[in-house]
């Protein structure tokens, strides 16, 4: 397969961690090119991977055939629609927008341009969580529990000013939402409670007649543990852990992003299932207001 050429829109610390080296060392992607509001950032991470800085937005549309995000949400709902209408496959992260309304336009935008879309829902593409998801299907599950507990309010290069302003429930909330929805069947509604800025709860109702509730913190001092979910069958329980997920799940991520791209008709992780996310997001932030 002809490695497609991604361009990438951010040059942050994720960008820098994540993107960049994953699009740039292929083999199924080729990094296009970078583009960031800040031209100093850009410049730098583009030559740390040998390719060209763009200070013009639409030059990077032109010598890209998709578009890979790195940036905050609400930067990323506006540039990807722009990208979309551009006609570019889109490779968005979590969550899909700063808000629902921005997340609804953006999934309008990609439907009537009828690009490609795929979400970097990390965890979705460790072999660890396709296991587990598998065998917490066949539980005949009733119920589980997830927990993501970090420290990255404190400082350090997370701490950035969205993160800070609507903490938790935005930032790790749709990684817990999107496993307990893909374990136990889709949500249909939630509760919450705490505080999005120290410790959120949120209950989950599951089409299947399934209860769950995921805890969230970025507040936690000291070392913490790695993300959990757990779900409770009939049949048993199965769990699965953050330090499961190997290294090997973002390469899978440019490779499923790459044949989506190629081969056309869609992706489970697209633009409309992180709408979905961001609906359960909105009703959990309201709920804690």
């Not at 309010?153 to 997370?158: D, I, K, R, V």
């Not at 899978?252 to 992706?267: I, M, N, Y």
């Amino acid at each position: 397969m002809e490695p497609v050429s991604v361009g990438l829109v951010g040059a942050g610390p994720w960008a820098e961690m994540v993107h960049a080296p994953v699009l740039a060392k292929g083999p199924h992607t080729r990094l296009a090119g970078v583009w960031a509001r800040r031209p100093v950032a850009s410049r730098g991470l583009a030559a740390a991977h040998g390719a060209p800085a763009f200070e013009r937005l639409e030059d990077l549309f032109d010598a890209s055939e998709a578009v890979a995000f790195s940036v905050p949400p609400a930067v990323q709902a506006d540039i990807a629609g722009r990208a979309a209408k551009a006609g570019k496959a889109l490779l968005l992260e979590k969550p899909l927008a700063a808000d629902l309304d921005g997340a609804r336009r953006l999934a309008a935008a990609i439907a009537e341009a009828g690009v490609a879309s795929q979400m970097v829902f990390s965890f979705r593409y460790s072999p660890a969580t396709t296991a587990f998801l598998e065998a917490a299907r066949a539980l005949r599950p009733f119920g589980g529990h997830a927990a993501y507990i970090s420290g990255g309010l404190n400082g350090g290069p997370f701490a950035t000013p969205w993160r800070l302003e609507r903490g938790a429930v935005l930032d790790l909330g749709p990684h817990m939402i999107d496993l307990l929805d893909a374990a136990l069947g889709r949500v249909v509604g939630v509760r919450a409670h705490g505080d999005p800025l120290g410790w959120a709860g949120l209950l989950l109702e599951h089409e299947s007649g399934a209860v769950s509730e995921a805890s969230l913190t970025m507040r936690a001092g000291g070392e913490t543990p790695p993300a959990r979910v757990e779900v409770y069958g009939a049949e048993g329980n199965a769990t699965l852990l953050g330090s499961d997920l190997g290294d090997d799940a973002f390469a899978e991520v440019a490779r499923q992003f790459a044949e989506t791209v190629r081969r056309g008709g869609g992706h489970p992780l697209d633009a409309a299932h992180g709408l979905r996310i961001q609906e359960i997001l909105e009703e959990a932030e309201r709920g804690l207001r």
